[in-house]
């Protein structure tokens, strides 16, 4: 049986996998350091192993901003690319977590009711 308290850790591990590179994009407005990708990527090995669903959901929200605050019309391309990267994977998250048992269905619920406000 899993632990319903971690159940969100069974989801895929694109988030922790693809965010990192995207999410520094973001944040230079282009071609980000290595040292910006490996600080996200750190940010989120601690998520995975010392966070709770809270915390991760949290992180995913303002990953979601931060990418919609970009225009991809006028945005250039690694940005544009960027965004769509962000979006494409937490909306598969968000999606793969509404199958979870208990209380991650209902936080999945409660992000697509504020998603689509």
Known sequence: ML???REWLSITPEPERLLPRAIA??????TPSQQA?????????????????RRWLTWLRETDRLARAVDPG??????????????AVIGNHDALMAGLPGPSAAAAARIEENHSR
Do not use: D, I, K, M
């Open 3 to 5: 632990n319903r308290r």
């Open 74 to 87: 006028e945005a250039p391309v690694e940005l544009a690319e960027a965004r769509a990267e962000v979006l």
């Open 25 to 30: 994009t973001l944040q230079a407005g282009g």
């Open 37 to 53: 990708v490996e600080r996200e990527a750190e940010r989120v090995e601690q998520l995975v192993l010392h966070g709770s669903r």
